[in-house]
């Protein structure tokens, strides 16, 4: 929560199951608390951002086990003032294990917004910031997804505008085998499979195995390694 507040002007929605209030710890650091629908994070996300005011023009959701660097909406926001043809911002996230210690970084750049289609995604969700509008244009998250849901948005909102790189660090992902999507590592690779097999045209779908068992393959094994060095600094 302070690392939200420590990166720019905000306005922040907490969303949690109607048994759980917390609001007296963290009450003067949230503008809006909304009850989790139940069926899911992406459909909780969107429900947030159907209670957000007018007034406010970007957005993006953090994990409870994310941070965002200080200063990095402001980043974010400027230059989505300047190019208003992007659709959205990214840049470098730093991955983080339980203990807050770096154990590595993705570096990205414009080229992870090429290879969206035909290639693992690269883009980091923790630290992007996201035209509202836009968001909003092309339905919100796909509630289909459980585990990849960012992964089939951030490939939508490239056909509605450009995802433009910043080269700087935005954000920090907790890697530990609690993460959604470390520890159902194996289910969100295939997941991810479908989402990029779903916005193939007909006649690539259909030979689409040629690639996709080696970048699920790569990237299933990226995550291994990566969880071997975390365990390795323990």
Known sequence: MQSILDSGECFIVVVSPIEVDFSKFIRDRVDLFVEDPGVGLAA???????????EVKYFNWLGDDDLLVENSIEACTNLLTTYENASAVYGQCEYIDQNS??????????WAANILKFGPDLIPQPGALLRLDTFRAIGGLDTQYKLA???????????????RYLPQ???????????????TRRASVIEASR?????????????SFVWEYPIAMVTYLAGVILNARIKSKR
């Open 44 to 54: 909780a996300i969107n429900h947030a951002v159907n209670k957000l005011p007018s």
């Open 101 to 110: 210690k770096k154990v590595g970084v993705n570096f990205s750049g414009v």
């Open 149 to 163: 849901f960012d992964y089939d948005l951030f490939i939508k909102l490239s056909s509605q505008g450009e995802l």
């Open 169 to 183: 660090l935005l954000g920090k992902f907790r890697w530990h085998s609690d993460s959604l999507s470390v520890g």
């Open 195 to 207: 989402v990029r097999r779903s916005h193939l045209p007909t006649y690539l779908r259909v030979i």
